[in-house]
């Protein structure tokens, strides 16, 4: 049984790959670590090690480690003794005495000190610790499956990380890969994500137009998954408060909710001058190197930038022009054979409604001006 919240949308051969490497790893009684970015469901991934394991009918106890303190987090994983430390006035379980027999999750585990990884250390190759403050030694059975963003071998060669708690966590290791990685993931996730909002509204979720899945797919979202549902619920929400029942079509400003010409300016902490904003281009952010030159490595494909440029420019001359394929051409500067090549190209009449051979019929499913 997976729990209901565990939903993984994925249709690309990277992603299919990675769950493929979950379900194999999944029913081992082994420590496992999980490796991604921000934001590329790490904590899934986790819950679906733990549901699809022999522990599924156990506890599946989640710990943020980059949240607490040194103290707090062994508390919190360990428990204390009463008087262990200043406001500790009774003794509390910790984390592995609640996980026993199920399944603990430590995520940024990057981030624990030397001291907590010494303790994690003799649990894992033990079974065994004691709560903070106290002497007696207390013994737990917990599959542990830790996650981070960071590179674990690195800071094991700089001292920051042991060597030793390292080589027992990673008996495998999943590395999830980021969502621009995922060719056609991002619109499946986008449309779900919509969907939800569409609901949440108590409206009908009318579905993105063909220029704006064609943003979403070509922006490289550094911010993963987490950031593409940020933008994906505010884009439904503006655009079916704007125009209910229209396609929505793609908007850069959805992309970051503090763009507005009333910005306060930071403050760069040297004589006080403003650091200049960052700017948002369509149809995919760019970014761009100290000298000014785009720097590729960052930036989505020419070819599919450009082709979300041009579907964009579809998009709003088919609303323009009410629908009238000929109209629309005229708007753009082209001949209508033009205009049908490229709506050929892009494979528009399937994505947007079934193009009409008769250049006055208006096509279906395109997006009309806002009223």
Known sequence: MISPTTQLIGESAAWLSAQEHVSRVATLERPILVIGERGTGKELIGERLHFLSRRWEGPFVKVNCAALSETLLDSELFGHERGAFTGATEQRKGRFELADGGTIFLDEIATASQQVQ?????????????????????????????????????????????ADLLDRLAFDVITLPPLRARRGDASLLADHFARRMAIEMGEDFPGFAPSAIAAIESHDWPGNVRELRNFAQRLAHRSMLVAPG?????????????????????????????????????????????????DPSVTADFP??????????IDEALAFAHGHQGKAAEALGLTYHQFRGLLKKHDYGRKAGKVKEDEGTPLTGVPRPAM
Do not use: H
């Open 304 to 313: 599919a930038q450009v082709a979300a440029f041009e579907m964009r420019l």
């Open 246 to 294: 229209e396609p929505v079509v793609f908007d850069p400003t959805a992309l970051d909710p503090f763009q507005s010409p009333w910005r306060p300016p930071s403050d760069t902490g040297s004589g006080g001058s403003p650091a200049p904003k960052s700017t948002i281009s369509t149809p995919a952010a760019t970014s761009q190197s100290p000298s000014g030159r785009i």
């Open 118 to 162: 010494e303790k994690l250390l003799r649990v894992v190759e033990y079974g065994e610790f004691q709560r903070l403050g106290g002497s007696r030694v207390l013994t737990t059975n917990v599959r542990i499956i830790a996650a981070t963003n960071a590179d674990l071998p690195a800071m094991v060669e700089q001292n920051d990380f042991r």
